[in-house]
Every structure is written in structure tokens, then in C-alpha cells.
């Protein structure tokens, strides 16, 4: 029986299935009708406000599946944010019609990992995933640990940029990033976008390393005091460390590039006691060498981050929904559902140099449900 906190509109209301994203291969995703959730006990359902795609998302139907976030023949997406539809059970915290956002993990609190602080490597991380559809369960403990109450001022999609914000605010807070460090983002893709947003709002001097010639106005324009493009220079680590205070090197380096290339440039770039974040994931199976002579001597701290916390994730949360943040800035597209799979072959071949690629695109049910500002939407200094 379902007890007095059990609310749902029901199935009737809600009809029996919905359009969603089914990654059914390796570059295999398909729209189909599958069987809307429903919310068992501690679980609610959201009618999904927005999802946004993401460079993981890519990884995933590049390669086909995720070693831990998700198996084959499974829905898929994991930014994103929506209203409560149904209320499963034993949830007191939150109502019908509530506009939450649900991060895509949580920790289970109770292994070594989550014991030492370090909840992001929990034994027994529990994933979500299926953003990319007309509704979407979340899982008891993501209700309870790690699903936050969105102000209703904040847009669907604004509020979807927290989880890869949340990554990346740990790995600043990883790297003990403190107001007046200079640091290098090498990258500017989202992550690295994300990396020069965030450090700049801290009060960082933020120098971008960049690839493309249209993300050197990208990076300053979310922040970048100076931006260099590898091609327009000899010598990359030389001309990076050459922009930093005297020439010594940055306080931290941030790689958010996941080439080996750019974590040996990354090491390079960092001053004497500096510290370097790995950020950027290679494939499994890449080798790096890097002078081991260099980081000796130069007594350097290497790290790297994964994912996200509960913590960082609320801190993430307040960055974004603060008007500091240019959220509508890294949304510089919009789809419906139905096109998503032509979204994701699109991402798979960047545009010509000088034309700007989306950083992230809002997929939202139908034309009807975008946002008007959004779907005009570009920046013009991306152009
Ligand atoms: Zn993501
Ligand atoms: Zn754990």
C-alpha cells in the first residue's frame, strides 16, 4: 500500500510510455517509445525541464558504453533538471510540481572512500542516467543525498550545468586553489570553459592555452585575462610560462585536454612547486612519459580528478545559480528530442577552424517547451 507521503498523477495522466534516448551501440542512438518510469519507495519521477549534452555523453556513444557509468541497450544523459511528477513513498522532502535538480551519482557514505573524505571514489557509486527523455526515476539515494530545490527564477537548463560544474569546482578545491594564483587551462572545450569560468569568478588570473582560433575570444570572454593558440607560436610551454608572473611557470596548471601531448605541456607549464590537475581522461590503454628529472627537481605535485561530491555539487550549485555566472553563455544551442542523434553525429566532427563548435546544446521535449531567449540564442563574440 502506498502510504500517505505516496503522491503521483498517476499513470493515466501521465500516459504509458514516452519518447526517450536509447544508446543501443557504438554510434547507435535511437528515439523510442519505452515505459514511463514509476517511483518506488524513497524514488521520485521528474517530467524532465532540460537536458544538456556533454563532452562524457560523446565519449560514451563514441565508444559505446562507459566503464562505469553505463551498459549498453540503456537510456541515456545525465545533466539535467526537471518537476516532480510523481512522489514515491516515504519522501518527505519533496512535493508534486517541485523543479529539482538531480545530480547524476551518489556515494553510499558508508565504504573507506566515502569514510576518508573522497565520496566521488565510492566503492559502490550510484549512477542515473536517461536525461535525454520525457521523464526520468531517481534513484532513493540521489533523492536523498543529492537532489537539490531549484529557484524558480532559475531556468531548466541553468540549473543542468551544475553537475560538470560540480567536477570541475572539486577539482579546483583539490588543487588548493586560492584568490591571486595564476593559473593555465589547457582546453576550451566545456570542461575547460567551465575551469576558466570558475577560477576567474574565485578571483584567479587565468591564462588559456587554446587550439582553435574562434575559443581565444571563447576563453576571454568567460574570463581568460590572456589566451594563446598553439598553432600561432613555436613554442607552446615557452610562450604559456612566458605569460605568467616573471616567467616562472603557473601556480596550478588545469589539463582539460586528455591528450598525452597536453599532459606533458601541462607539467611543463607549472612553476617550481607548482601543482598540475590531470583533468582530461585519455582512453584506457595511454601511456605518457613525462621528464622525470622536471618533477623532481621542480618538486611538483601531480593529481588528477574525478567526478563530483555531494559537497561540491551544492557549491557548484550556488556558483550557477548566482548572476555572476554566465550560464546562458555556455548554452549556445537548442534541440528537441527527436534530433538528438543528428546532434551527436554533429559533434563527432568539429566545424572549420574560426567557426565556433557548441559548447553545450539544451535539449528540451518539444519546440514548444525551449525557453524563447534560448532558442535565438548565440554569443557574438563566438562568431
Ligand atoms: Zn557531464
Ligand atoms: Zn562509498
Redesign the pocket.
Known sequence: MASAAHQTVGPQTLGLTMRAAVLRGQEDLRIEDVPIPTAGRGELVLRVGAALTCGTDLKVYRRGYHAKMLTLDRLFGHELAGTVVQVGGGVTTFSLGDRVLPLNSA?????F??QNNQ?NL????LFNNGAYAEFIRIPARIVEKNTLHIPDTLPFEFAALTEPLACVIRGLEESNSSAGQTVIVLGAGPIGLLFIQAASLLGLHVIAVVKRKDQIATARHFGAEQALRISDVPDPVAAARSLTPEGRGADIVFEAVATPEAWQWAVQMARKGGLVNLFGGPPSGTSVSLDTNLIHYSDLTLKASFHHTPATARRAFELVASDRFQAQDFLTGTATIEDLPNVFRRMLTRPADGIAPEIKTAIFLDASSQPAALTASTIEEHA
Not at 556515494?107 to 565504504?111: E, N, R, S
Open positions: 556515494p553510499c557514505d558508508a565504504c572512500f566515502c565520496q565510492c566503492d559502490d557509486l
